[in-house]
């Protein structure tokens, strides 16, 4: 017991524990409902892995939750619960795209430009809750809930006003080719493109039969770079102390309101990043009108949890939500079942995650009790 109890005490092996019995209990109700559990995994597993089109898939759909998933996990390793970055991502998405539509300018200039109206966004949007947190002490969750239903009614707005509605549409104009952030981008639909990527099968089907970006590498780079920030920096110290204890971090000079700020500003510039990118690097590259949350943001909190807070984590942690998501279809195409299922697995994931934590101390507390009665 001792043994277990030692390898749990590791988050990383907790985590791998947790998919696995959320994969299994996702078993046990495929069996009840009917369904037979061996076929639907073997049917998930081909989902995910059994094409190059289908791993690129994964990778496109796992890189807005890896963002976000990044701007919970900033706030949660900082002691802030970031609920506001589905608003963060929504404004966010509506900055890039009117930058995109209303300016045209070489790519050189315009991804830059693009990407920063986003990234500048969600970090005014996140920076709102650290003030209305640091200057007026109103909770973040609360603040952050309002806000984005604020977004999602100001991005409708918008939609419908004249300069950006693409005719009798409920969306926008697509952004410019230049503001594009696609692999390969408009080569690949050339004739000598296509001809080459035809010749060699694996990049054929990933890059032919699915919008390949950037997006996954700057997840990538973004996760290194908030690791270094918490782990490397004074600021990241700073930071993390006023999470663990902001009592104690305020007792030896640090600035606590100045902090919460500006976690806030990177929590959503993060978000604002990722949904630049959103836009710019998957079709139709423009946004509509919204009757309800898409779920980037929201999606972003269990993939955090999952990761432990972890930066680097939450990219293995959101690869399993991408890959969950889109093998998922495979269950009812294969076996007919319920897409929902997903959803199940990944609450029951989420569900033995939380209570993993408390799994080391109990199986310590087991030999010592049995030690007492053999006294």
Known sequence: ???IAQILKKSVFRTLAAIVLGLFVAGIIL?????PPLRSMLALGKGIFSSPKYVSNVLIKSTPIIFTGLSVAFAFKTGLFNIGVEGQFIVGCLASTLVGITLDLPPVIQVPLVLLAG???GAAYGGMIGVLKAKF?????????MLNWIALYLSNYICILEPFRKGDSNGTYQVSEASKTLILGAWKNTDDGRNFLKGIPILGEAFLKTDVNIGFLAAVIM????????KKTTKGFELRAVGYNKYSAEAVGIDIKKNIID?????????????ALYITGNTPHKITVLSAFEGMGINGLPVALIAGSSPVGCILS????GGLMYGGQALQYEVGAPTEIINIVIGIIVFFVAIMKGVPRLLLKIP????????
């Open 1 to 3: 017991m001792n043994k």
């Open 31 to 35: 069996a009840v409902a009917g369904y």
């Open 119 to 121: 990234l500048v966004a």
């Open 137 to 145: 002490g109103i909770h973040e969750v609360i603040s952050g809930i």
């Open 223 to 230: 996760a290194i770079l908030l690791a270094v920030l918490l």
């Open 263 to 275: 976690v806030m500003l990177i929590s959503g510039a993060v978000a604002g990043l990722g949904a």
């Open 318 to 321: 959101g690869l399993l939500f």
């Open 368 to 375: 010592r009790r049995g030690g007492k009665h053999v006294k």
